[in-house]
């Protein structure tokens, strides 16, 4: 009977195993065949993909000066031609338009708020700028780490050693 | 020249459609892990390595991917090009910048509630605070490439 109730939930549920497993399959997919690799291990990113999504928009609206990294995806050797100069990696809008369409097919999407707005942004600007001091959001730290990176794997131990502090500083004091 | 757009886009929608029935976030499984011994959400971190690695075994057997296993191909110490110090790092400067970063995004995550892809479905599903947390990214990456990476670069170089 709890087999049978634990067969029932897991073929309605999608659990974060299957979907890491779908996203780590998928960024392979994405290298090999879309093309997503000036570095390697780079087909899914959050923090970088929204970094050459809005630097790629900076350059091509010109407020700045300065040409903000993108990063060259896909230079065709033959030819010279790099594609992400044409158009730049779509991942984080993706995700954003997945996602919406879940919750609203499973009616979850409703306006709310977990802490303040203003300290959100302010967390925001923060960690994207360690996230890029590392070389990817988690999301990339693993797959650099399937991809045989003793860095990556050292910046997730580091992760972790962050989560255990904040949670022993911040999370204990406040719950 | 536009097949990347596309398939990232394809590929991420489905994958955000994933992350939000099972609420997958790295961060939150590390934290579940070392607060109340729970490896349900860290399975997703470890499901994306694995699932990473399969994909990348086989593609690399198959001519499609190149330069894997990394450290067997380029060295033990040398990290897949992503920070800012680039080819020209030294090993500490690389360790420097991942311990660094790694430190920082797991403790102010914890804070938010969230990794960045996290934040990303919580935004989806109408949080304001997530809502605000992801301009935040876009205008931290901006700051990052103007003013942080020319800074690290002049300290570490």
């Not at chain 1, 992760?159 to 204990?172: D, P, R, T």
């Not at chain 2, 990348?56 to 920070?83: C, N, Q, R, V």
Request: charged residues 10%; aromatic residues 12%.
């Amino acid at each position: 009977m709890i087999l049978n109730y634990l067969m029932g939930e897991s073929m309605r549920k999608i659990t974060p195993l299957m979907a890491g497993l779908a996203a780590g399959f998928s960024a392979a997919i994405l290298q090999a065949f879309f093309k997503i690799t000036a570095p390697p291990a780079y087909g899914i990113c959050i923090a970088c993909h929204t970094r050459d999504l809005v630097n790629w928009i900076v350059n091509k609206i010109g407020i700045f000066d300065t040409k903000l990294f993108v990063a060259p995806v896909f230079k065709d050797a033959a030819t010279g031609i790099v594609a992400s100069n044409y158009a730049p990696v779509l991942t984080v809008v993706g995700i954003f338009v997945g996602a919406f369409i879940a919750s609203n097919a499973h009616k979850e999407f409703k306006l709310k708020q977990t802490h303040s707005p203003i300290l959100g942004f302010v967390l925001g600007v923060l960690v994207i700028i360690f996230a890029l001091l590392m070389g990817g959001c988690p999301v990339r730290e693993s797959l650099r780490t399937a991809y045989g990176d003793i860095i990556a794997l050292i910046s997730l131990v580091a992760m972790f050693i962050g989560v255990i502090v904040a949670s022993e500083v911040y999370l204990k004091k406040n719950v | 020249m536009y097949i990347h757009a596309i398939g990232t886009l394809l590929f991420g929608i489905a994958l955000g459609y994933l992350f939000q029935r099972s609420r997958m976030c790295f961060v939150g499984g590390m934290r579940d892990f070392y607060l109340i011994k729970d490896s349900y959400l860290l399975k997703g971190l470890l499901g994306t390595i694995a699932g990473a690695f399969i994909g990348y075994a086989i593609f690399s057997a198959m001519g499609h991917i190149s330069a894997f296993p990394w450290m067997l191909e380029k060295g033990l110490l040398t990290p897949i090009p992503g920070d800012p110090l680039g080819a020209e790092g030294t090993v500490v400067g690389h360790l420097i910048v991942a311990c660094i970063g790694g430190f920082g995004v797991g403790f102010l995550s914890v804070i938010q509630g969230g990794c960045p892809l996290r934040n990303y479905v919580m935004a989806a599903e109408g949080n304001k605070t997530a809502i605000t947390y992801v301009l935040g990214l876009a205008v931290g990456a901006v700051i990052f490439h103007m003013y942080v990476a020319p800074l690290v670069k002049a300290i570490l170089l």
